[in-house]
T-cell receptor, first 111, second 120 residues
């Protein structure tokens, strides 16, 4: 199946600091989705990226898809305590119907 | 709009016992997924249905796991017999289906609250 690496595994930030998580694949991706899972909760869809070099913004969140469609990033500006949770990327390779989730980046925000 | 429903929310069984989970997707969603999420890891796809047909079950341990989606709506996932390593949260998700030109992208998946299984 599709292999995807997410880094870092954990990130502790002071409230107001920025946060970035990266999703990397060794093969070209068809598309990538990002999900957020709050502690004790279930994954919630954030965004989907399909096009090479695509950049999408949602308030303080910025999502990028690499030019080669092998990597992606999620950047949060000025984190808040409500941003706490684990952020997962989910990817599908070219010609595949299977969506593979990364191991996630767990974000802790210190007030 | 009602979300994805799952039951039970929690289940504790002993190894070698059997267990079944139930999922009711969002009305009108053609695609249904079962995931296994082990603590500290991302969800792992077990099986994907498109209406009542199986699209992908390559990661389903078929010697002990089975799933069905009769009439293309509700679905059940069964484990028989359970092993210690099956302890995990079992998530059901649904979506309207594959999307985009040539169906090369996915619509967003809506997840249910999950069933936390503990095998002793």
């Amino acid at each position: 199946g599709q292999q995807v690496m997410q880094i870092p595994q954990y990130q502790h930030v002071q409230e107001g600091e920025d946060f970035t998580t990266y999703c990397n694949s060794s093969t070209t991706l068809s598309n990538i989705q990002w999900y957020k899972q709050r502690p004790g909760g279930h994954p919630v869809f954030l965004i989907q990226l399909v096009k090479s070099g695509e950049v999408k913004k949602q308030k303080r969140l910025t999502f990028q898809f690499g030019e080669a469609k092998k990597n992606s990033s999620l950047h949060i500006t000025a984190t808040q305590t409500t941003d706490v949770g684990t952020y997962f990327c989910a990817v599908s390779g070219a010609g595949s119907y299977q969506l593979t989730f990364g191991k996630g980046t767990k974000l802790s925000v210190i007030p | 709009e009602a979300g994805v429903a799952q039951s039970p929310r929690y289940k504790i069984i002993e190894k070698r016992q059997s267990v079944a989970f139930w999922c009711n997707p969002i009305s009108g969603h053609a695609t249904l997924y079962w995931y296994q999420q082990i603590l500290g890891q991302g969800p792992k796809l077990l099986i994907q249905f498109q209406n009542n047909g199986v699209v992908d079950d390559s990661q389903l341990p078929k010697d002990r796991f089975s799933a069905e989606r009769l009439k293309g709506v509700d679905s059940t996932l069964k484990i028989q017999p359970a092993k210690l390593e099956d302890s995990a949260v079992y998530l059901c998700a649904s979506s309207t289906g594959l999307a985009g030109i040539n169906h090369r992208s996915y619509n967003e998946q809506f997840f249910g609250p999950g069933t936390r299984l503990t095998v002793l």
